[in-house]
């Protein structure tokens, strides 16, 4: 599974697939989601605060391949800080899109007093919820995780989601994350922090 | 970061994202609704003249508001180069080094938390004309003040900012009543005649002046927030810096006005006795003569709302302080973290709301005045420890740009914050001889030590801890005053300095 689908598993609820994150923090875990696929797809790679492109071709995956096109057509953005926001804006929709594409999600329409709102609700309960299931039990193995895992997992702490992940785990899964992220590739690591930034900031400026 | 900000090209990116950004209007209000001025109006500067019986109050606002505006000319050109940009600690970690910024932060701490928890002792005496008149119920003070505080606490916890559009609307209307107020104060001046002896110098420099300017800062705090929005607002270099300018001479002439249109309708000469026996019903008494009980009811409605949105703005800045902190890992990294579902600081905002329940309960025990002891002196200290931030704020605006080399006029970076400095410096001394008058207390009283030493002692403490986390834990170290920021610095180089490498870029 993708890293953006992942993370939109863990930060929704796996039987109504409501939100357990707030918006703000939801959109920039899978806005940091999206760029680390590119980045693991060798795309492109983080240095310095900027995102630089280092191979043009189409990925696979659809969404993967509108974000590239995104980063190509305004390279005089470069800043992650930048991507990350603007992502952030609609990430929550085209991964949820992307999820129900896969036959994972269900997407939903509910008319609530002249407003209707969007939810992805899940096919297979046993689907939705593996994301979590798996990286708990990654992170209770001694053995180092593969580096797409660690990076959502990055992203999870990043998010401040770090309890619902680990809500049964020991200390030990605790004290192996903290181990997890610094040990990431220099451009994931980065991405990782920029989005921790993103998320702390978004608190300060206290509007949601 | 500004070089990619102005492009020929039409840009989704920039588009999108300029789509949320603020205009000089939102963040005045932003900036105001904080400041709660019926807050100041009726309860600071009421009992301003009753404790510290100067008549000067209304020069006093226009000289802090021509020494803030010069500050803020330093302060809005450094914002736009600082992380962290709302907080003072920021600033001054960047000019005087990191154990400075972290004494900053300490004062900082305390200074809004006394701020905050002040606005408890005022809430009673904001809710009895109101809860009078609907229920007929006379309920003591803290009955109504842990209300209050339960309404904060829960509000902080579920991260409720109140709506902006109510915000502003309150705001309007406590403006509104503000000047309908002082028109019906100066249309019966005491005696018949209208007098300008609050604006005479003569009245302004006497002794306990230092009080008085010290009150005046409390009237403006609040104005520091306007450069939060630094990266959020439209025009960087225009927006804030207007914004800042325009709140600041906005509270001025309010404050003023309506510090002078009292001493007009009750008179000169007594003034500082009506203020002191009728405190912050003062105002209030007189626009039941002079407009009737509509716009007196209103009135009261609205102060009792002023204070509690001054409080949960407060409660609001104070835990993000923490927050800040947490996230640099100076204070413990559980105040760093948010409540998942809303995103509300949590252990922040907890550890704030159960100061104020401690306070709120120590007063009650001893029955201690709430209006006088509780609002007025930990709102003076918290005026003060304010007063303290800026000026060291302005002197490492100063160094700052000297040690940075950084383009800026020598207006913004030296003559504007040096001469602020020199006369915040000069408040300073003033406010520290005459804190028996802010505190309205004997001379010889042990407080009036007591209150301005627990700065330096807070600040030297600060500082130690600095240099110690530069010895045991240098990592901690090298985040101090970059706040939510912090988590991409120990990764990457900061972003803002040296121009961008080019040659990675793809061509078309």
Known sequence: MLIADEFFLIAHNDTRGKAKLHPAATGLGLAGGLLGELILYGHVTVASGQVTVIDRRPPADALAHTVLDQLIGEAQHQSVRTWLSFLAQTAATSVGERLARAGVLRRQENRRLLRTTVTYQPIDLNVAAWPATRLRAVLERSDPPSVPDALVLGLVAAAGLTREVLWSAGPRAHHRLNLIIPALPAPLKELVAHTESAVGAAVLRGIP | ?508
Request: net charge neutral; charged share 10%; proline share 5%.
């Open chain 2, 1 to 508: 970061m500004s070089s990619t900000a102005t492009t020929e090209r039409q840009s989704n990116v920039s588009e999108a994202l300029a789509r949320g950004r603020l205009g000089v209007p939102s963040v005045i209000f932003f900036v105001l609704s904080a400041a709660a001025p019926l807050t100041v109006v009726a309860g600071v500067v009421t009992t301003g003249y009753g404790v510290i019986g100067v008549l000067g109050i209304p020069l006093a606002f226009l000289a802090v508001a021509a020494v803030l505006a010069l500050f803020s000319a330093g302060y809005v050109a450094m914002a736009r180069r600082t992380a962290n940009a709302g907080a003072f600690y920021a600033y001054v970690t960047r000019g005087l080094g990191r154990p400075a910024g972290v004494g900053t932060a300490w004062v900082a701490l305390i200074a809004y938390n006394a701020l905050q928890v002040g606005l408890y002792g005022t809430i009673g005496a904001a809710a009895e004309p109101v809860l009078d008149r609907l229920f007929g119920i006379q309920p003591q003070w803290w009955v109504v003040a842990l209300v209050a505080w339960a309404l904060v606490g829960v509000l902080g916890l579920l991260r409720v900012d109140i709506n902006g559009m109510v915000l502003a609307a309150l705001l309007c209307a406590e403006i509104a009543v503000i000047v309908v107020f002082d028109l019906g104060q100066l249309g019966n001046p005491a005696g018949g005649s209208v007098s300008f002896a609050a604006f005479s110098p003569d009245n302004f420099f006497v002794p306990g002046v230092g009080a008085v300017l010290v009150l005046a800062i409390l009237g403006f705090v609040g104005f520091e927030a306007s450069v939060v929005f630094s990266e959020e607002s439209k025009d960087p270099k225009r927006t804030v810096p207007m914004a800042t300018y325009l709140s600041v001479a906005i509270i001025a002439v309010v404050y003023a006005l309506s510090s002078w249109s009292m001493t007009v309708a009750v008179g000169p000469d007594r003034i500082v006795e009506e203020a002191g026996t009728q405190s912050v019903g003062l105002i209030f008494n007189l626009a039941g003569a002079h407009l009737g009980s509509t716009v007196l009811t209103i009135g009261e409605a609205l102060f009792l709302t002023s204070v509690l949105a001054a409080m949960i703005s407060f409660h609001n800045t104070t835990a993000r302080y923490t927050f800040a902190l947490g996230r640099e890992r100076v204070l413990p990294a559980v105040f760093g973290r948010t409540s998942p579902a809303t995103g509300a600081p949590q252990a922040a905002s907890l550890a704030q709301s159960v100061l104020g329940l401690l306070v709120i309960v120590l007063y009650a025990v001893n029955g201690w005045d709430p209006v006088l002891q509780l609002f007025f002196w930990l709102g003076t200290s918290g005026g003060f420890g304010v007063l303290l931030m800026i000026a060291t704020t302005a002197v490492a605006i100063i160094a700052y740009f000297a040690r940075s080399g950084e383009q800026e006029t020598l207006w913004r970076r030296l003559i504007a914050p040096g001469i602020a400095a020199i006369a915040l410096t000069a408040i300073i001394v003033l406010a520290v001889q005459n804190f028996a008058n802010l505190l309205g207390v004997e001379p010889d009283s042990p407080l009036r030590w007591i209150f301005p030493a627990v700065y330096p002692v807070a600040a030297l403490l600060g500082g130690l801890w600095g240099v110690m986390l530069r010895r045991n834990r240098p990592d901690t170290y090298a985040r101090i005053g970059l706040g939510a920021e912090s988590a991409a610095a120990i990764v990457a180089a900061p972003s803002d300095s040296g121009p961008v490498p080019t040659s990675a870029e793809v061509r078309r």
